[in-house]
């Protein structure tokens, strides 16, 4: 036997409709058929809208059903309507001419208007390139697209056992927030973490959970500066940070950068009166500099003296080839009370996850976990009891081990690419740290590089991206953890041969 078909509704379900208010004295039959026909030819009920049955229209506005049907009746009689056995009553999907006369002239406005309610922020982030997409969704990356992790070796069927283990009935109750600083196993062990990989003594207090390093930023922004302040920032620098400083109306003093990272010297000369420093000293975005041990500790004396306050984003720091892992900056004697600590699991794990971390200075431990309650209230709290988890039974640990040997084959072979396919195009140095390198580009600017590598359909963003006021020279950065070494090399040919080919037609034309 058949089972019986079921219907799909071709519009929405209409089950209430605010209508006018009812005129003193006039009937409750003329005001249902006004108010509904009104909506019809307002558009406010589209075509095909599937209208409640007489009696539910009679209870729902408190009329007789004989009221409710007379005016089912008008609407259909006029061609508002439509009833068809099996379909219902149902907005009509071509209406009478009265919904295709034009309406009445709106009277002229005057030609002086007031402006957009618009406020200082809206206005600067117009005129500043968006750091991170925003309508484009995420996928696979193309070569040699920066700042992306390969997602591809990621242990995804561990993570789901774990995401079901926490969904079983028996962890109900998990499913409410408990702690507002965040899932205290998870603080637990990225203290553990922290002590281990970064040199970090912290208590897990300290430790607040958050969805980015940017979200991080902002609140510290928002608790320690007052518009007008001087602010110190890399440059060249990440620029969604630099795009952070400058809306919250802060004066953005650039500090150069070289092979030892900030010139400390540059920042105290220009302005000594600096309450925030904004820095990636163990790996430097997007030149991978580190900052040198001298500096490290000039920049902590100078914030001890004067009272600022040392952000520090943790940027790629994981993720070093060659040498001893770096100890972070808060890690240094002294450095507790005077640097914010900050980290991500989006590079690490997968960018979806948007679970980030700071390490609070124990004087500012209230303040950042009030204000992240009021304007975060909490992340994904699902997300953290499994990240906690996946940290305690190893799995962590295990795959940034595993990541890190993928990515010192993947510099290797794009440092070698390089070498193979870019003579006389793109200069690269060995890649020591992090998920990308910087090619500096021979004899052409960046615009015109991107342009021919775009057409080729190669990735790559500008060093001029990163710069502020010091002038940066020709440069692309490029990625290379998402890519296999036969993507690499492969890409990197295509790369040689979109460069050369416009310089070979440029020269017939010549």
């Excluded at 070494?485 to 440029?506: G, K, P, S, W």
């Amino acid at each position: 036997m058949n089972s019986p078909s079921v219907r799909r509704e071709r519009g929405p379900l209409v089950w209430a409709l605010p209508l006018d208010e009812r005129h003193p004295g006039e009937p409750l039959q003329s005001w249902l058929y006004k108010g509904i026909r009104k909506a019809i030819v307002a558009g406010r009920l589209p075509p095909d809208s599937l209208l409640p049955g007489s009696r539910s229209l009679a209870q729902h506005y408190g009329v007789a059903r004989g009221t409710a049907q007379t005016v089912y009746d008008r609407l259909l009689a006029e061609g508002y309507l439509d009833a068809r056995p099996g379909s219902g009553t149902r907005v009509s999907a071509l209406l009478p001419e009265l919904r295709l006369t034009p309406p009445p002239a709106l009277p002229s406005l005057p030609e002086k208007r007031r402006p957009e309610a618009v406020g200082q922020w809206a206005a600067r982030l117009a005129g500043l390139e968006p750091p991170f997409p925003i309508t484009v969704a995420g996928s696979t990356p193309y070569p040699f697209a920066p700042h992306r992790p390969d997602v591809r070796n990621f242990p995804i069927d561990i993570w789901r056992r774990l995401q079901a283990r926490q969904l079983r009935a028996s962890r109900i109750d998990s499913l409410w927030p408990a702690d507002g600083p965040g899932h205290l196993p998870l603080r637990q062990v990225i203290a553990q973490q922290l002590a281990i990989s970064r040199g970090l003594s912290t208590q897990p207090e300290q430790i607040i959970i958050l969805g980015s390093v940017q979200q991080a930023l902002d609140l510290c922004i928002r608790l320690v500066t007052t518009p007008g302040d001087a602010v110190w920032m890399e440059d060249p620098g990440y620029s969604a940070a630099r795009q952070l400083l400058l809306g919250a109306a802060l004066r953005v003093v650039d500090v150069g950068i070289d092979e030892q990272g900030m010139r400390v010297e540059d920042g105290i000369r220009n302005a000594p009166d600096a309450r925030l420093v904004y820095t990636t000293p163990c790996h430097h975005s997007p030149s991978g500099a580190t900052m040198s041990r001298e500096r490290r500790v000039q920049m902590l004396q100078w914030a001890a003296e004067t009272g600022a306050l040392i952000f520090e984003d943790d940027y790629n720091s994981e993720f070093c080839y060659s040498g001893n892992p770096i100890s972070a900056l808060g890690g240094f004697p002294g450095a507790e009370s005077r640097v914010v600590f900050a980290g991500t699991f989006s590079k690490l794990l997968f960018p979806a996850i948007r679970i980030a971390y700071i390490v609070c200075p124990p004087h500012l431990v209230d303040a950042f976990t009030r204000a992240a309650s009021l304007t975060l209230r909490q992340t994904n709290w699902s997300l953290q009891t499994v990240l906690a988890e996946f940290i305690l039974e190893g799995h962590f640990d295990q795959h940034v081990r595993r990541m890190r040997k993928i990515y010192v084959a993947r510099a290797e072979a794009f440092y070698h690419a390089a070498q193979r396919h870019w003579q006389g195009l793109i200069e690269v140095d060995r890649p020591h740290a992090g998920l990308d390198a910087v090619g500096r580009l021979v004899g052409m600017d960046e615009g015109t590089a991107l342009r021919r590598l775009s057409q080729a359909g190669i990735s790559a963003l500008p060093m001029g991206r990163y710069a502020g006021s010091h002038p940066a020279a020709p440069a692309l950065i490029m990625g290379f953890a998402p890519f296999t070494e036969t993507e690499i090399d492969n890409a990197a040919r295509v790369a040689a041969d979109a460069l050369r080919r416009h310089e070979v037609d440029h020269s017939r034309k010549a």
